[in-house]
């Protein structure tokens, strides 16, 4: 079998927290009267904490200290978590859970490859604490993607080498990630009309094709 783990991004993937995001992004940006939408905030998926602070920031006039970046960015992670609790395992979708039991199933690792320091919180919320393999996630990194430290890191954690890991992303820099740490990818969502992407799904339980053509 070709594909020996999947390492899937979470936010976007798993799960949609994009809404909570935003809703936090847009307390801080309304606060020091930055213009701030959903397209931009679409320029935030896979991108870390600090990273989409200053993209936010290229609205901004003016210019502003560390220490003031740091402050804003922890204030936006507290109404993120906040927002956050309001997760529980119903909002796991059916087709995600059966499909990630189907290739459990059939032998595959499962790991969770994410920017986010709050992946393992998220995943408690959505009762798939103790699911995975392996989670690597924002705390474990120095680098983000479209760095592939994070997916490095996941496929060591399960113990495998980049070509016999298969990742599953929803963010161009993911895709990017993914291929400079010479893993073959699987889009989701927007990603899919990057053109970068090994596969390209349609919906999420398409992966089970994708793993029975490479059997
Ligand atoms: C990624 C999201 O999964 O995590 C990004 O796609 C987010 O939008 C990043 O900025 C960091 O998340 P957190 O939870 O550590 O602020
Ligand atoms: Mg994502």
């Given at each position: 079998m070709r594909y020996k783990a999947?390492?899937?991004d979470l936010d976007?993937?798993?799960?949609?927290?994009?809404q909570y995001h935003y809703m936090a992004w847009k307390r801080v940006a309304d606060d020091l009267g930055i213009y701030f939408d959903e397209t931009i905030n679409n320029r935030l998926r896979?991108?870390?904490?600090?990273?989409?602070?200053?993209?936010?920031?290229?609205?901004y006039d003016g210019k502003m200290s560390e220490?003031?970046?740091i402050r804003y960015t922890a204030e936006k992670n507290e109404v993120y978590k906040t927002l956050l609790k309001n997760m529980s395992p119903a909002d796991l979708d059916g087709e995600i859970k059966e499909t990630l039991d189907e290739l459990r199933e059939k032998g595959i690792?499962?790991?969770?490859?994410?920017?986010?320091?709050?992946?393992?919180?998220?995943?408690g919320q959505l009762g798939l604490g103790e699911y995975f393999d392996a989670v690597s996630d924002g705390n474990n990194i120095t680098r983000s993607k479209p760095d592939p430290e994070v997916f490095v890191k996941a496929a060591q954690y399960?113990?495998?080498?980049?070509?016999?890991?298969l990742v599953v992303e929803d963010a161009k820099a993911g895709l990017e990630a993914a291929i400079a740490g010479g893993m073959d990818c699987a889009a989701v969502g927007d990603a899919v009309s990057c053109g970068l992407a090994t596969w390209?799904?349609?919906?999420?339980?398409?992966?089970?094709?994708v793993i029975s053509s490479e059997q």
């Open positions: 999947i390492i899937f976007g993937v798993i799960c949609h927290t994009d896979g991108v870390s904490r600090m990273e989409s602070f200053e993209i936010i920031l290229e609205r220490e003031d970046k690792k499962l790991a969770i490859g994410s920017s986010s320091k709050n992946a393992k919180f998220i995943l399960v113990g495998e080498r980049p070509e016999h890991c390209n799904l349609n919906t999420f339980s398409d992966l089970k094709n």
